[in-house]
């Protein structure tokens, strides 16, 4: 069992097929981007993003599911269990290339410690969210669903206009790193904790940073001079955010929104206890898990109680979903959940229209096929200056990272008709190879995860697990290309269940009639559930779209 | 939100549709038959069997959903979510018309606690297996499975011969009430505790146990006349297990076997505390649900260990998968899984060739029907003494419980070709109308249950529901009729996962690919699990079929 290889992987580009079809390229090349060093946080051990997110179980894991892929025939499914090729079965040309379940357990055995037994005995894999189920595109993912969380916040609580605000948070990893870009992107002004500095460089050279200070001292004053002059700069800080927090609150400093992107729902990979470094942590981590988790939920515990205090002042304080306010709930803070998750507070109305991380890639590889999508975008949408926004300062300021790609939060209607002008182009040549489409598991319809997307449900089912189950059985229903079904992604083990979906655009009349199905009852499916729950924007929406929804007649 | 009704449901017989296809037709009659008196535990609650179970989750519920069911076409399918019609969505020709999720939740939150105040806001519904997923066929459905595992127990035991030998167990409900029967056709005589009278009766009138004592001594008497004379009679004795079993314990009582068949996996509804009437029972869990829980898992405690002091006789004593170990665990006895489940010691070997509880029914109605297909199995499996025994002795012994229906183990490679050839007896005429094709969620590839159907897995991944979880996304993607994912089956919440699915005969060569696809794929997919885990049944049984197990190879 080969946790680490030395090698680089990237994924082929251009038109030719090193599968048999494009319905098995595209999950080979999505599954070797994921591993692109330049995606990809630690791609050697595997390790995707979000503590340890990894693409495949081990290298022969991998080897295997390549070479399955390339042999797969367009009437038969790949069953890939926790990241690794179990079994190849026939089926039909409409059902999926590759069905998998990552991370998956029966749930009084679903916690981290017997994750990491089964880890340690080369049974299990931590899917997280696209890293298992190959549909990861890096920071950029994550950065329009921050930009829209802080716009959000920002009309709620600033009047829509963060000029001369800043916003405090940590942690700069695979999802982090796309704070200080977002909230430059949003006008305000970040200070990120970040306690490894390999982390910091990396933001820095991919531009989604701006600055590194030396110190507190010197971080604050560079904040206090650009939200004086109104320039909407991004700063780095080497440090704990455990430390850091409760010291400015000691200073009596106040920031204008405050949130936390650690990897707190990982305390054995993720967060690192005050007064350790890093090397000491991971080390420590194989040795002796239980003192290491220790650690890290007492740091958790003094970060969150900051948090806590600055809430008590009045300034927006929300849990970007890491668990980490359960951490610091299971250590004896009882009033951690007083500030909310971001979910109820700022996406939840999105999610009722079925909006959430549409996104797509360009298998070509070539960036000019991703811009001419975004134009496609803005002609199909001509009137929504938001999202055109979004588009230019995506252009303008995110680099891609491995296979070109795009995320447009759009809803129910919306993604089948861009997913159906995508394939027209492929199909007239307008693109130079397939398009990609796919989805963040945190999504409309896609999750049970009641720490962060289903917090505070209307109706109190935020624990219900049967949306996101259906939500995979009907987008295997619809002919997706392939679909995922995991546990413990964002939260951690225990703590959610979601489900994820890809479907290429391949040019051909069949992939119209699979994308106008997964398109169409993918994000209806959120609408549906939310419509469930009571939702008035999500009937209005059912209504407005002609859905079928039995109960609701 | 009406939970009782008081009305009589009886599927429609014969072959005139009463829905747009026999694909609706099926499920719209399965569910009826799941809620048919002669099926049904308590059809006026919606109750089919094994405590709570449910076939929707409230009238309103399956009104719209026998509604819902004949207005479907062709290329649409229907959700259930917790028995509830939720969504109607345009899927295609070979997708399933059904797509089930029940009672799933996410673990941290998985617990009859929480399960119970979602249903008290009418937000869950308990699935059990094939309650909530429409293929529950009454008691036969589990007698074969005792049958099975009694003479396994036999032939590990006592050389293959229980000729005057008795079993010791309890609880003549649903599925238990299957023991007495199963237990005589195996050759031995039984004493059955049951604390409902109205149990008792059901099972005398149906013919599945022979006679009832008036108490304790007269039942030991009646059990030592007739393992004497060597005759398999089964006896009842109205009574609370958890007090006879340690009274025979005290007298120096042997029996030759020891199970136990009450609802222990529900301690709120299906286990009667010492001294207790069930219907305060029953009432007092609606006032005071903590108080009856914790008064139910004490007597479980007793009960268990009086099992472990058979046990510690020498006396075959086991498990039969009602969590009552578990439970009795929680209640201080640490050594209560001393004693092993039925599984691991009985049932394993023939996982590992993707037998199980195959079944089928006729949704003529018509008796003939299944007595054609019985006749059909043995021609096509000429030389299986035992199964024939088995046909034999259920066509003699067993009433047909609503819709005529057989179960039959049967695995990998019997099951499609059964199929198939029930198929061609619809197409023919041979039979009067389609058949339906299913099995228990307790089966070789569809569940994870570890301390049931998973306890003591070779490799430890006993509690890895990756499983069954690509069980029910491949049996969509090859075609099936319905598919369902459940949580707390058997075992209840937080206990176990599974899948069921369910294939229509309706005699058209598109069913002949469909049905080849599912009825391969899914006992495949039992071979491929434990052939994964390291069982050499399996790994030999998955080189005999030429299943495609990249790993293996
Ligand atoms: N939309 C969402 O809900 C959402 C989005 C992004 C991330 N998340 C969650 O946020 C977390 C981060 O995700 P990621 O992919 O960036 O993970 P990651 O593991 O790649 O990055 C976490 C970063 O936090 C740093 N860190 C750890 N402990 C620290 C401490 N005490 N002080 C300062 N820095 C510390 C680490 O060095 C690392 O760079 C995860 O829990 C993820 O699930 C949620
Ligand atoms: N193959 C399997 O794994 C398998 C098969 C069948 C049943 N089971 C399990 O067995 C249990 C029974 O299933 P069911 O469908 O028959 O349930 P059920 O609720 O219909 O029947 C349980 C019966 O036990 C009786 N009972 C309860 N407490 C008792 C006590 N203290 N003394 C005597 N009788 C008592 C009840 O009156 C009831 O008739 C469930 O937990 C089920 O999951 C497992």
Redesign the interface.
């Given at each position: 069992m080969q946790r680490y290889r030395d090698s680089e992987i990237r994924s082929p580009r251009g038109n030719q097929l090193t599968a048999k079809s494009w319905l098995t390229e595209a999950p080979l090349r999505m599954l070797m981007n994921n591993l692109d060093p330049e995606v990809a946080e630690n791609p050697k051990e595997l390790v995707v993003y979000g503590g340890i997110g990894r693409a495949a179980r081990n290298w022969?894991?991998f080897d295997?599911?390549v070479?399955?892929l390339k042999n797969l025939e367009d009437d038969e499914?790949?069953?890939v269990?926790?990241g690794?090729?179990?079994?190849?079965?026939?089926?039909?040309k409409?059902?999926?290339r590759v069905?998998i379940?990552?991370?998956?357990?029966?749930?009084?055995?679903?916690?981290w410690q017997?994750f990491n037994?089964?880890d340690g005995?080369g049974?299990?894999m931590y899917g997280q969210m696209t890293a298992g189920s190959w549909i990861y595109i890096g920071s950029q993912g994550i950065v329009q669903g921050t930009y829209e969380t802080f716009v959000e916040a920002g009309r709620q609580h600033y009047a829509g206009d963060l000029t001369g605000k800043w916003i405090l948070t940590a942690g700069l990893g695979g999802m982090g790193g796309a704070q200080p870009l977002a909230a430059s992107l949003a006008g305000a002004c970040s200070l990120n904790i970040e306690c490894q500095q390999s982390r910091i460089d990396f933001r820095l050279q991919t531009r989604y940073i701006d600055e590194q200070a030396d110190n507190l001292d010197d971080a604050l004053s560079r904040i206090e001079k650009y939200t004086k002059s109104g320039k909407a700069i991004s700063i780095a800080l080497h440090a704990n955010a455990a430390q850091i927090l409760p010291e400015l609150v000691k200073r009596g400093i106040r920031p204008d929104m405050v949130t936390d992107q650690t990897s707190a729902h990982d305390p054995l990979n993720g967060y690192l206890p005050i007064g350790w470094t890093w090397d000491e942590y991971r080390q420590r981590g194989k040795s002796e898990p239980e003192t290491v988790i220790k650690a890290a939920k007492q740091s958790m515990a003094l970060h969150v109680k900051a948090m806590l205090d600055f809430q008590q002042q009045g300034i927006p304080t929300f849990d970007y979903g890491n668990n980490i306010r359960q951490m610091a709930l299971e250590e004896g803070v009882s009033n951690a959940f007083d500030f909310p998750g971001f979910v109820p507070a700022y996406i939840r109305p999105l999610f009722c229209r079925g909006i959430g991380p549409f996104r797509w890639a360009a298998l070509s590889g070539d960036p000019e096929d991703i811009y001419k999508t975004d134009a496609k975008v803005k002609e199909l949408i001509p009137d929504d200056a938001h999202l055109h926004h979004w588009l230019n300062m995506a252009r303008q300021r995110i680099s891609f990272q491995g296979l070109p790609a795009r995320i447009c939060w759009v809803g129910l209607g919306l993604r089948a008709k861009l997913g159906l002008a995508f394939n027209e182009m492929v199909r007239s040549g307008e693109l130079s190879a397939p398009i990609v489409i796919g989805r963040d598991h945190l999504d409309s319809g896609s999750v049970?995860?009641?720490n962060r997307e289903t917090e505070s449900m209307q109706?109190?089912?935020?624990?219900?697990?049967?949306?996101p189950?259906?939500n995979?059985?009907?987008n295997?229903?619809?002919?997706a290309t392939w679909?995922s079904?995991h546990?413990g992604g964002g939260v951690g083990?225990?703590?959610?269940?979601h489900s994820g979906v890809v479907i290429v655009c391949d040019g051909t009349a069949e992939a119209d009639?699979r994308i106008a199905?997964v398109l169409?009852?993918d994000p209806?499916?959120g609408v549906?559930r939310h419509a469930?729950a009571g939702y008035e924007i999500a009937i209005n929406c059912a209504r407005e779209q002609g859905?079928?929804?039995?109960?609701m007649a």
């Open positions: 022969q894991c295997k599911i070479e399955t499914t790949l069953l269990q926790s690794k090729p179990v079994g190849v079965f026939k089926t039909h409409d059902a999926p069905l379940a990552n991370s998956n357990l029966v749930p009084h055995w679903a916690n017997h037994e089964l005995k049974l299990a049970a995860s009641p109706d109190g089912s935020d624990a219900v697990s049967d949306w189950l259906l995979a059985l009907l295997t229903a619809s002919g679909v079904l546990h083990m225990g703590f959610s269940q009639a199905r169409t009852n209806a499916t549906m469930d859905l079928n929804l039995p109960m």
